[in-house]
Nanobody
Framework: QVQLVESGGDVVQPGGSLRLSCVASGFIFNIYAMKWYRQAPGKERELVAAIGSSAISTRYADSVKGRFTISRDNAKNTVALQMNSLKPEDTAVYYC????????????WGQGTQVTVSS
């Protein structure tokens, strides 16, 4: 059974930091790109960060560049999102996603973890 389990979401003050983790199982982790998405109330889901299967490439939404860092450990089937200098606008449910367009194709999602940035 394919599973992606996020953890690390919490309530934090503006300027604080959180580290989100996602543990994957049930598929060949090291051939999938991994992504973090988020969705705030009343807004569309947006891509926050992405990392290639071998971790040689990364990309970020403009809104989080310089503050967030995505990483992965293929030996442990995990992907992380280090979030620094958090802002109230970062408040959202954060989702872990595994994606591969072909050979084999797949699009797997976790249940999400809540991040709330508030004083």
């Amino acid at each position: 059974q394919v599973q992606l389990v996020e953890s690390g979401g919490d309530v934090v003050q503006p300027g604080g930091s959180l580290r989100l983790s996602c543990v994957a199982s049930g598929f060949i982790f090291n051939i999938y790109a991994m992504k973090w998405y988020r969705q705030a109330p009343g807004k569309e889901r947006e891509l926050v960060a992405a990392i290639g299967s071998s971790a040689i490439s990364t990309r970020y939404a403009d809104s989080v560049k310089g503050r967030f860092t995505i990483s992965r450990d293929n030996a442990k089937n995990t992907v992380a999102l280090q979030m620094n200098s958090l802002k109230p606008e970062d408040t959202a449910v954060y989702y872990c996603n595994a994606y591969r367009i072909s050979g084999p194709s797949g699009d797997f999602w976790g249940q999400g973890t809540q991040v709330t940035v508030s004083s």
